[in-house]
């Protein structure tokens, strides 16, 4: 009888001998059964519409797929697999989006976004008045977005690093109504990094469609881009970080990452553990350059935030995220850290949260010295796992935040693919230089 272990390694040598077709029919419908479940579980109307629109899409061009993959000239053209991908980027991401703004524009009652989307907005609203984006006394959380109102969130906390602000500015622009909704920046910066990103890669074109399906098509990117979208665009800016250290560009990966930690501290675990990884090249200290570029922007950039009224940045940037302001965060999951956070009550709160981060802190430690990552791909689903333990143990997160160990793990999967691709590439040319030398 097999092990759990061994029928884990059963199942995914199955799986990967699948065609990418075949994978991607499996991916699709695995999707919409997701919708599914939003449907009949979800209290959010917003994700409950999206999954309306988007069920019937995903299970038929999963099953449009499944057909395909039985005929070898369509399982072996690329512009098969490209097509199904551009239908459900109009279909499941463009449509809803456009159907969400639409509706919250024209007033129309009901909850059109997540509570981010209008927290954001009024950040930008008050930088572009020239007033500090982070409230001294903020006395709401979110409420969500109903319409554009100015007055919608106002005084609420702002639990994001000064990056955010970008994506919030053109709200506060005389532009069309549509294109002041934050999720249209935070969705066109996300398809542009990505775009970017994948260009950049010298990974194959399946590969590549792969990370394109996680990032903006599947769920984990569609979903929240047209629900809120705040997460996508650090996925993006990694997921580059990532591509340009395998391209021996450390300053670049190190631009890259510091414009995703400017932007929340969510992208800080994998963008500070990338500098012991970068991959060596021409120049010395490839680190050295690499954790210079990230402190060169990430400090300055935080530093001017918090010097202009330091108690407001401490409010909303460390109390608030940790759950020890009188007004607690909306992001609430039924997960062992918040639960925790429960059974004991707010008197012992700060010394539950302590516990939590000194346990966490030593189970990412333990894993460290055992898995010990050497390269960029190993390094990425070290941090994965790590990322999915905090998310466990957070005493303020959502379900939403385990889209960045999923997209991880697919990037650790690939990349360490492309790892393995390199050394057999490498291997002759190293045999050949041995035998010269001989």
């Known amino acids: 009888m097999l092990t759990p272990p061994q029928q884990g390694k059963k199942i995914w040598r199955i799986l990967a001998q699948l065609t990418p077709l075949e994978q991607d029919s499996l991916l699709y419908l695995a999707s919409a059964i997701f919708a599914i479940g939003q449907l009949l579980i979800s209290t959010h109307a917003d994700y409950r519409q999206w999954a309306e629109i988007a069920v019937i899409p995903y299970a038929f061009v999963g099953l449009i ?3 395909l993959s039985r005929h070898r000239r369509a399982r072996a053209s690329r512009f098969t697999r490209r097509g199904l991908v551009v239908s459900l980027f109009l279909l499941c991401l463009v449509v809803p989006l456009s159907i969400s703004i639409a509706q919250r524009i024209n007033n129309v009652p009901g909850i059109h976004a997540q509570d981010e989307v209008a927290v954001i ?7 572009v008045q020239n007033q500090n984006c982070y409230l001294n006394r903020p006395t709401t959380v979110g409420t969500g977005t109903q319409n554009l109102s100015k007055k919608t969130d106002a005084d609420a906390f702002v639990p994001y690093l000064p990056g955010m602000i970008i994506f919030g500015v053109p709200n506060g622009l005389t532009i069309p109504k549509p294109l002041r909704d934050a999720r249209v920046s935070l969705t066109l910066f996300t398809l542009v990094i990505t775009t970017v990103a994948l260009a950049l890669s010298r990974l194959s074109a399946d590969d590549r469609v792969r990370l394109f399906q996680f990032v903006i098509i599947l769920p984990t990117g569609a979903l929240p881009l047209v629900t809120g979208g705040d997460d996508l665009p650090i996925v993006a800016l990694l997921l580059l970080a990532l591509v340009l250290s395998y391209r021996r560009q450390p300053v ?24 012991f990884v970068q991959p060596p090249n021409n120049h010395r200290l490839v680190r050295f350059r690499y954790a210079s570029a990230l402190v060169a922007i990430l400090v300055p950039t935080i530093a001017i935030a918090s010097l202009i009224d330091p108690r407001a940045f401490f409010v909303n940037e460390i109390l608030f995220p940790l759950g020890l302001t009188k007004i607690k965060s909306p992001a609430e999951s039924p997960l062992i850290g918040q639960k925790l956070v429960g059974i004991f009550g707010s008197q012992l709160h700060a010394i539950v949260v302590l516990a939590l981060v000194l346990v966490g802190g030593e189970l990412a430690l333990l894993l460290y010295r055992r898995l010990h990552p050497r390269s960029p791909a ?9 990322f999915f333990i905090a998310i466990m143990l957070a005493p303020a997160t959502r379900f939403g935040y385990l889209l960045y160990p999923a997209n991880m793990v697919v990037w650790a999967v690939i990349f360490h693919k492309f790892d393995r ?18």
Do not use: H
Request: aromatic share 4%.
């Open 121 to 127: 907005e009024r950040c930008g609203d008050r930088v």
């Open 252 to 275: 670049l990966a190190g631009v890259a990452s510091a414009v995703a930690a400017a932007i929340k501290l969510t992208a800080w675990p994998l963008a500070f553990a990338l500098i």
């Open 421 to 438: 691709s390199l050394r057999t590439r490498n291997a002759p040319e190293d045999t050949a230089s041995v035998s010269q030398a001989s």
């Open 65 to 67: 797929a499944l057909l």
């Open 378 to 386: 190993s390094m990425t689903a070290y941090v994965a796992l790590v």
